[in-house]
């Protein structure tokens, strides 16, 4: 089904009802292939039937998810994606789905909700922090950073912008760079960006509301130093753009 192979698959599943008549698991590959094939009300007809019998089955709620974004339903796919999790709280592939929804649709509060349930359950995993703190793209007049910034998960805070997100994305930036021994570019780009930020929101206040600037000093030469080693030809590049956000001589 994979390899959109669905006559092989057909087959194959054929082979499998003789062998194991009743099994369940054979059910979910007959409803996954009714899918395949795009058979929408097919599918959900066999999903449901499947849920008569155990109706916290995971794989098939799940499927459910999926049966319904694939049909442009991103409002149903919401609303079971929050049904599913009420349930199974611990699900962090089914928190990151909805995050990445809730982000696509530009919901970036609801998002970040997602990415805090996200970072308490698994507090050592870099993306997750990365993706709560990042944006997809930044600002339009760093053209080099957009390009840097255009892979991976799209981000939440730095978007909602505001002084309290900044500086809350910047500490996360900060957490993903320390969970990475320093060698994630993104989030010391994120921290230089927030720095930036943070520092044009502030202007005349007294210095005492003003952040050390330690941290983003750290940040602009570790990423000086990782561009002499592996792209020495954009290091030019990289000095004009620090140079402009003010982080290097």
């Known amino acids: 089904m994979d390899c959109h192979c669905l006559d092989v698959a057909q087959d194959c599943i054929k082979v499998l009802q003789k062998k194991f008549p009743e099994s369940k698991r054979v059910g979910r590959l007959e409803a996954m292939l009714l899918e395949a094939k795009g058979s929408w009300a097919e599918a959900e007809k066999a999903y449901l039937s499947l849920l008569e019998d155990n109706p916290l089955d995971q794989v098939i709620l799940k499927r459910r998810v999926a049966l319904t974004k694939a049909q442009g339903n991103i409002s ?24 990445e929804i809730y982000v696509s649709l530009q ?13 308490l359950s698994q507090p050592m995993i870099p993306l997750y922090h990365l993706a709560y703190a990042d944006a997809d793209i930044v600002l339009d007049c760093f053209e080099f950073l957009e390009e840097k910034l255009e892979s991976g998960m799209q981000g939440v805070l730095y978007t909602l912008g505001g002084l309290e997100n900044l500086q ?13 021994g320093g060698k994630n570019n993104r989030a010391l780009f994120g921290v230089c960006l927030c ?16 952040e050390s600037p330690e941290l983003q000093s750290l940040s602009a030469a570790a990423l000086e130093k990782d561009y002499k080693l592996r792209a020495p030809s954009k290091l030019s590049l990289l000095g004009s753009t620090l140079r402009s956000l003010k982080l290097s001589s």
């Open 168 to 180: 809350t994305a910047k500490k996360y930036y900060a957490s993903t760079v320390d969970l990475t």
């Open 195 to 210: 720095t930036f930020a943070v520092a044009q929101l502030t202007k005349g206040r007294n210095k005492e509301d003003k």
């Open 107 to 119: 919901m970036y509060k609801q998002a970040a909700f997602c990415y805090e349930e996200l970072i």
């Open 76 to 99: 149903g796919a919401i609303q079971r994606l929050i049904e599913y999790l009420e349930v199974f709280m611990a699900d962090h592939e089914a928190w990151r789905e909805l995050a």
